[in-house]
T-cell receptor, first 114, second 114 residues
Framework: KAGVTQTPRYLIKTRGQQVTLSCSPI?????VSWYQQTPGQGLQFLFE???????NKGNFPGRFSGRQFSNSRSEMNVSTLELGDSALYLC?????????????FGPGTRLTVT | AQSVAQPEDQVNVAEGNPLTVKCTYS??????LFWYVQYPNRGLQFLLK??????LVKGSYGFEAEFNKSQTSFHLKKPSALVSDSALYFC????????????FGKGTRLSVIA
């Protein structure tokens, strides 16, 4: 089956701009989560969506937002970009049935803010 | 607040020897615990998750993790290391009580030497 896809793979933006990243989960997975990875802060959880509802949110400012569509595809948006937002943004889709859990990550979107 | 610690930045082990990557956590309630692996140029992958039940959790690629509630630890183990296990390993925890975000450790770089 097709894996998790993220678009775009690379992005260069200027401070103050906004950006939208997209994630398409594995077919049948209704949960999508987003993560930020930087050399300084490591891996940080951004948010998780399940059936179009935000189920959990990390400690990020309100400039970071997301949403999930009825087909489980998800987008995250960062407004008023700052230099510190330069990072690898990872999306994962997951399926949990009873005690069985599977999660797969996309290749990430590398965002550079100049 | 919940937290997770990976006390070793780097672990070196000879191929064929058992490996252990350490993780300790702090939560106010019961934990969800995760291990992830990031291979060079291959992205982040989910290894295993502890929710409840058996203290020994089996995951992908022959890895397992032992949950120890009294020591608040969730060490990752493998009986016989392979060179291909060389990667960056992340432990993560989420407090089951309340709507708390997933928190990652800083990561441990495992090098398996032939």
């Amino acid at each position: 089956k097709a894996g998790v896809t993220q678009t775009p793979r690379y992005l260069i933006k200027t401070r103050g701009q906004q950006v939208t990243l997209s994630c398409s989960p594995i077919s049948g997975h209704r949960s999508v989560s987003w993560y930020q990875q930087t050399p300084g802060q490591g891996l940080q959880f951004l948010f998780e969506y399940f059936s179009e509802t935000q189920r959990n949110k990390g400690n990020f400012p309100g400039r970071f937002s997301g949403r999930q569509f009825s087909n489980s595809r998800s987008e995250m948006n960062v407004s008023t970009l700052e230099l510190g937002d330069s990072a690898l943004y990872l999306c994962a889709s997951s399926l949990e049935v009873g005690l069985v859990y599977e999660q797969y990550f996309g290749p990430g979107t590398r965002l550079t803010v100049t | 607040a919940q937290s997770v610690a990976q006390p070793e930045d780097q672990v070196n082990v000879a191929e064929g020897n058992p490996l252990t990557v350490k993780c300790t956590y702090s939560v106010s309630g019961n934990p969800y615990l995760f291990w992830y692996v990031q291979y060079p140029n291959r992205g982040l992958q989910f290894l295993l998750k502890y929710i409840t039940g058996d203290n020994l959790v089996k995951g992908s690629y022959g890895f397992e993790a032992e949950f120890n509630k009294s020591q608040t630890s969730f060490h990752l183990k493998k009986p016989s290391a392979l060179v291909s296990d060389s990667a960056l390993y992340f432990c993560a925890v989420r407090d089951l009580s309340g709507n708390t975000p997933l928190v990652f450790g800083k990561g441990t770089r495992l090098s398996v030497i032939a």
